[in-house]
């Protein structure tokens, strides 16, 4: 492509300004030669002469008084497309931000990080979407920007991620259920009835492989898409509820929860972002106050 120097501008700009090939020359730390054979470029480049001679001094020409209404803005723009971003300013920023997670995330984790945003960046807005599976190509195409939960087979190998905490299975009931008093064995945990929490993409739980273990088999009573139904579920009804302790929290205040009887595996609740979005300064500052919001509630007990 036969495109113009755009250093030009630069030259351009300083010889408006000053009005003075010495001058110009000075002003960017050139010699007045090096100068001169700039001003010839931009007489080639513009087809314009844009500055005469006037006794002593030069004048500019109609086009050069054009240009110098023009030159400043559009040089300030360049220079500022190519410089590095500048300081990220909370207080002025004016952001929308999508975040996908479990309906249990979003009502646990979400208060704190909302009340975070409205201390520390006012002007920031968060849009919870659920969660309905694994699949990372929203993330990809920018439907959202920032992912809560359990790495999946199914998750981009682009994709950055970054552990929130570890969590662990807990057994949920009312008060009035009999697992709420005396020892919890596999086998009572597996006689009664039981809400599954399940999604699309999801096969055998982890709750009902470690059940196969022992040669037990649990009654699934219902399934559900989230863990807020299965605990309003666990509250209505003689119902157990297995759910992640820390990604549910407070939410299960009222009922009573009890260790599983059962060799379950820990899980890693963890953000996944697309890597366009990883040197975003206000994506950078939200992925930082979200873990922040949950090391918190971790270390509070939550």
Request: hydrophobic content about 45%; overall charge positive; some cysteine.
């Amino acid at each position: 492509m036969n495109l113009p120097d755009l250093n030009l501008l630069i030259v351009l700009d300083a010889l408006l300004a000053e009005g003075s090939v010495a001058r110009a020359a000075r002003r960017l730390r050139l010699s007045p030669s090096a100068m001169s054979r700039a001003l010839s470029r931009l007489r080639q480049a513009t087809g314009d002469p844009l500055l005469v001679r006037a006794g002593r001094g030069l004048a500019p020409t109609p086009r050069a008084l054009e240009l110098r209404e023009r030159t400043g803005p559009l040089l300030r723009e360049a220079l500022a497309t190519l410089s590095p971003q500048p300081a990220l300013d909370l207080a002025t920023l004016r952001r929308t931000f999508t975040l996908r997670a479990t309906d249990g995330f979003a009502e646990n984790f979400g208060p704190p990080l909302l009340a975070k945003l409205a201390a520390e960046a006012p002007g920031l807005r968060l849009r919870f979407v659920l969660k309905l599976d694994k699949d990372s190509e929203a993330l990809r195409k920018g439907d959202v920007d920032l992912e809560t939960g359990v790495i999946g087979h199914t998750a981009g190998p682009e994709l950055i991620a970054r552990a929130l905490f570890r969590d662990r299975f807990v057994g949920v009931v009312r008060p009035s259920h009999p697992l709420a008093r005396g020892a919890v064995s596999a086998e009572r945990f597996a006689a009664g009835r039981h809400i599954l929490v399940a999604r699309r993409d999801q096969g055998d739980s982890r709750i009902d492989l470690a059940l196969q273990a022992l040669g037990l088999q649990r009654d699934i009573a219902v399934t559900v898409g989230g863990f807020s139904a299965a605990l309003a579920l666990a509250r209505a009804d003689e119902l157990i509820a297995t759910v992640p302790a820390r990604h549910t929290g407070y939410l299960l205040e009222g009922l009573v929860r009890f260790e599983l009887p059962l060799a379950v595996p820990k899980i890693t609740v963890s953000m996944l972002w697309h890597p366009r979005m990883d040197a975003d300064p206000a994506h950078q500052w939200l992925r930082n106050a979200l873990k922040q919001v949950c090391d918190e509630a971790v270390s509070g007990g939550a």
